[in-house]
């Protein structure tokens, strides 16, 4: 099983990220939150995130850019939908 981090927008509109157990308790989260995404990720990198892909069978592997990566995470992170128009 891959371990599970989670990127998200709070309340602030900044940028941070937990790392859950297999309980989904959270193990780690990001000490500040980050204007930028890049900054965000940067971060989690250091703390020992590695992107690896779902393991999740029979579905249709998407290779995204990283432009579309960033505009589903904020899609799915719930920020205001005219944000999905800025140029990432």
């Known amino acids: 099983m891959n371990p599970v981090w989670r990127f998200y927008v709070d309340e ?35 703390r020992g995130y590695q992107f690896q892909p779902s393991q999740v069978s029979g579905l249709r592997h998407e290779s995204l850019s990283e432009q ?12 205001p939908e005219e944000w999905l128009d800025w140029d990432l």
């Open 12 to 46: 602030k509109h900044q940028w941070r990220w937990q790392h859950l157990g297999i309980d989904h308790a959270v193990v780690a989260e990001s000490r500040k939150g980050y204007a930028e995404y890049d900054g965000c990720m940067d971060d989690a990198r250091r």
């Open 68 to 79: 579309q990566r960033r505009r589903r995470l904020l899609a799915l992170s719930g920020v």
